[in-house]
Nanobody, 111 residues
């Protein structure tokens, strides 16, 4: 059984950076998609970025050029480097992989 745990959220001023981590425990059987979603207050959960089963990266238009997804397969960690953060990036960020969700980590961007 796979479990995913996010970390790295917090408060940051507009223009700042944060790096989120998603640590997987258990076995994630290939092929699988592994990625990030977010849910802002009062809004539906939306796609942010992911690795496809062939390791192709995909990004939402709203984060292209600002966010970078990466992974460490040996450590089973997925990362999301978030730069040039905007107030509209404020949300709970969730990791999703092998049909499993983490509990989320809150990112707040405000001055």
């Amino acid at each position: 059984q796979v479990q995913l745990e996010e970390s790295g959220g917090g408060w940051v001023q507009p223009g700042g950076s944060l790096r989120l981590s998603c640590t997987a425990s258990g076995t994630m059987f290939s092929p699988y998609v592994w990625g990030w979603y977010r849910q802002a207050p009062g809004k539906q959960r939306e796609f942010v970025a992911q690795f496809s089963p062939t390791y192709t990266t995909e990004y939402a238009d709203s984060v292209k050029g600002r966010f970078t997804i990466s992974r460490d397969n040996a450590k089973k960690i997925l990362y999301l480097q978030m730069d040039s953060l905007k107030p509209e990036d404020t949300a709970v960020y969730y990791c999703n992989g092998a049909q499993t969700w983490g509990k989320g980590t809150l990112v707040t961007v405000s001055s």
